[in-house]
């Protein structure tokens, strides 16, 4: 028997740990370790928990499908998976345990552990790269040194990536049963809007391959547009692991043809990788250090919890902000081209930290990620690896001329608004009247502000 450990990786097509486990010919177990307490300290989204916990049930009638056993333990806390694990090898008498890999440090050192634990008993354990297409360390400099900007990153990656194997590993073939039931999975977090976020790979595949017949081709051109829906929303299904990066470049790969690995698509796709190595390649990021501590050192980030709360309620008076962020409550998911809006507002022109953003963005994200969710936060507040310029700081009344052109989004999430003629609509300080609220800042006084301060702090231009 061998037992194969499932944590974001939900799906039994792709999922190279799970085939390296059913390659041993032997009987398999599937094993969940729940750790409610560490997630918390995590500061995971109830609903992304929700989310993951009926993508995992989903799985669990999928593997019943196959005569595999799904087996919950309880943990509180990645210390305490070792010994459980432990514990279930020697109950049904395991002579392995398999997993693919998470890059988080808290995730790698509980998964060192494991391993330690079990090989000092004289059992297998195997880790595998089944949440990444390219594993960190396979993308690095001439000098063998990881980058610290995207796009020589994303060069060596196109380039390496003509030599991976891009064949999806099938699913395994059912087994002979086995005389253990599955765990029955308790309840996690809070509800979520299931029909918006349906779960399971069929869900998460149908997801995909909607995306590819409607809107691949013209991502690039309308992928900034919020009110379009024409970026694939497949973010928490990749998180969850209900869908492997390479089921997306598959579909890109027949869907645009030729210049497939050139796309916008595949780039978005390659800043997820971009993330996830600069965790393993500078721990420091784990601790929420930042990149550039020169910098960082020298802002004065304000302690302002009106303000901050402001924001957090989407009562900032900026339409296209307060839009936004009504949409992140609302559903647990975000525009990416608002996330950056949002996030530049809060760190430049409130001048609030970021790790306060990140935070609440965690809070709320149903595809709430610590390595994508990072990076983004610290570019858009321009201390991060490849951060966006500290000039760059986003006018949200220029961005909303610019990719909500007819306020349809706004008008969506601020219906009050529908009234008001076309050019006062995203006017902060006539929306705010018939809103009833005033706006946090003045803009151009705050912008200068930021500038004046990321200047002294001597950040890149
Ligand atoms: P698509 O546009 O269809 O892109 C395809 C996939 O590529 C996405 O599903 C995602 O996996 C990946 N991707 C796209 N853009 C990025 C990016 N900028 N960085 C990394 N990966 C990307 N993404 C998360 O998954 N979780 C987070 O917690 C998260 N927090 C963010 C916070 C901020 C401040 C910013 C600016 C970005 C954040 N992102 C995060 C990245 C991005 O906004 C989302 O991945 C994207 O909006 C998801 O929508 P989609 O699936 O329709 O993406």
Redesign the pocket.
Known sequence: MNLIWFRNDLRLTDNPALQAAAAQGQPLLAVVVLTPTQWQRHGDAPRKLAFWRDALQCLSDDLARLNIGLRVLHADEFEGCAPALLDLCRQVQAKGLYFNYEYPLNERRRDRAVKRLLRSEGLRCEGCHGDLMLEPGAVLSAKGEPFRVFTPFGRVWRKEILMRDLACLPAPRPQSPLAIESDAIPSLGTSYDRQLWPVGEEAAAQRLYR?AAADLAN?AEQ?DFPALDA?????????TGQLS?RQ?LNVAYHTLGEHWLESQ?VT??I?????RHLLVAFPDLNRLAPFRPEVEARLRWQDNPERFGAWCRGETGFPIVDAAMRQLLATG?????L??V??SFLTKLLGVD?RL??EF??QQ?I???????????Q??ASVGADAAPYFRIFSPQRQAERFDPRDAFVCQWLPELASLPARQRQDPQISSQVRGLAPVIDYRAARAQALAAYKAAGARA
């Open positions: 995306f991502y992928r970026t694939s929303s497949l973010s928490a299904y990749l998180n990066v997306c698509w978005e796709l800043w997820r990788e971009f993330y998911w975000m525009h990416n081209r996330r950056m949002v996030a970021w953003g990140a963005f965690m994200l595809d709430g990620d610590f390595a994508s969710n990072l990076g983004g936060w570019w858009s």
